[in-house]
């Protein structure tokens, strides 16, 4: 199981920084690929930790595809992601501080199917996001993406 702080002074303190990825996939209409996460039962966009041997690119590419079935290419950078105050504790006792770097993707092929690490997969309009139960740092990507900025977030 996993906890999110999200600006809370009383989080614990991080023993940890570990890279990851998440990408936003749309559709043909505009639809934003999200995930129900098993470990804190919130929506989200794929994605995970960066392995050995890989480019983050390939890291938000391979994520898409555990967790959604799904095939998709990477189009641009969203933002990097890396507020000190945004902290995830695991169950192991790892407290993981933020390192993201989120990515749009443009889909290719696949089939959608859930893995171990998701209960659910929807094509989401934009305007339904807000009625989702969703960590505000996953709100954050997906804003940022809608703005349709020039130049990635940093931060």
């Known amino acids: 199981m996993r906890t999110d702080y999200y600006n809370d002074p009383e989080a614990p303190k991080p023993n940890s920084v570990v890279p ?3 990408a936003v996939v749309t559709d043909e209409l505009g639809r ?11 929506w989200a966009l794929p994605g995970g930790g960066h392995d050995v041997g890989e480019t983050i690119e390939q890291t938000a590419v391979r994520e898409v595809k555990e967790e959604t079935g799904l095939d998709v290419e990477i189009t641009a950078l969203t933002g990097i992601y890396t507020n000190p105050a945004h902290i995830v504790a695991f169950s192991n006792g790892e407290v993981r501080q ?15 199917a859930i893995d171990h690490e998701s209960t659910d997969i929807a094509w989401t309009h934009p305007d339904d996001i807000a009625t989702l139960d969703m960590h505000p740092s996953m709100r ?4 940022h993406y ?10």
């Open 98 to 112: 933020q390192f993201s770097l989120c990515f749009t993707a443009r889909l290719t092929g696949g089939t959608p």
């Open 32 to 42: 934003i690929l999200l995930i129900k996460r098993r470990d804190n039962k919130l």
């Open 146 to 155: 809608l703005e349709a900025r020039s130049s990635p977030y940093l931060g």
């Open 20 to 22: 990851s990825a998440s």
């Open 140 to 143: 954050l990507r997906i804003s």
